[in-house]
T-cell receptor, first 110, second 118 residues
């Protein structure tokens, strides 16, 4: 079993829909990242969380440390949000190394 | 925000040749850079951790003589794929940490390099 699990693996939504992507982890962490990877391959860091909730534009990320769970929400989704969303954690036991989830492939249809 | 520039974005090379990929932090200093490899529709796999002024730390199963890493300055790390073979064809991406930030667990990624060995 992977230490970082994401669901769903694939998601198709209609433009304007509210989207939630989930991430569960089984290890102690010092931080959790949500990353966005576009078809060209480049990766953008969306959020880094160690507690609570962060919001940036239409994106909201939450984390529950006790439950070892994080969610990424996209409000009023748009086709340009189509990408792979990756959850990655910084394990307390592995210093600077990130441990990645397998990603959620999101397609938003116009 | 912090920017990491990776070059080239795409490279096609002949089998047996070597390819150098550069990763630069443009507006911050990075004592640590990470090199990843990604196969289609799979997650990123850490290859090595590059530390400025010292030898890189390679993950298990990664050949250090094949994937040479040099981190000569606080803003530049290079990955050289030596004697490339078609099985080395992959997407390579680097990331860097900003030592100047208080929360230096933030990670900034390059644009990636798609290597095709023919």
């Amino acid at each position: 079993k992977n230490e970082v699990e994401q669901s769903p693996q694939n998601l198709t939504a209609q433009e304007g829909e509210f989207i939630t992507i989930n991430c569960s982890y089984s290890v102690g962490i010092s931080a959790l990242h949500w990353l966005q990877q576009h078809p060209g391959g480049g990766i953008v860091s969306l959020f880094m969380l160690s507690s609570g909730k962060k919001k940036h534009g239409r994106l909201i990320a939450t984390i529950n440390i006790q439950e070892k769970h994080s969610s990424l929400h996209i409000t009023a989704s748009h086709p340009r949000d189509s990408a792979v969303y990756i959850c990655a954690v910084l394990k307390k036991s592995s210093g600077d190394k990130l441990t990645f989830g397998t990603g959620t492939r999101l397609a938003v249809r116009p | 925000g912090a920017v990491v520039s990776q070059h080239p974005s795409r490279v096609i090379c002949k089998s047996g040749t070597s390819v150098k990929i550069e990763c630069r932090s443009l507006d911050f200093q990075a004592t640590t850079m990470f090199w990843y490899r990604q196969f289609p529709k799979q997650s990123l796999m850490l290859m090595a951790t590059s530390n400025e002024g010292s030898k890189a730390t390679y993950e298990q199963g990664v050949e250090k003589d094949k994937f040479l890493i040099n981190h000569a300055s606080l803003t530049l790390s290079t990955l050289t794929v030596t004697s490339a073979h078609p099985e080395d064809s992959s997407f390579y991406i680097c990331s860097a940490r900003d030592i100047g930030r208080i929360m230096n667990t933030e990670a900034f990624f390059g644009q990636g390099t798609r290597l095709t060995v023919v």
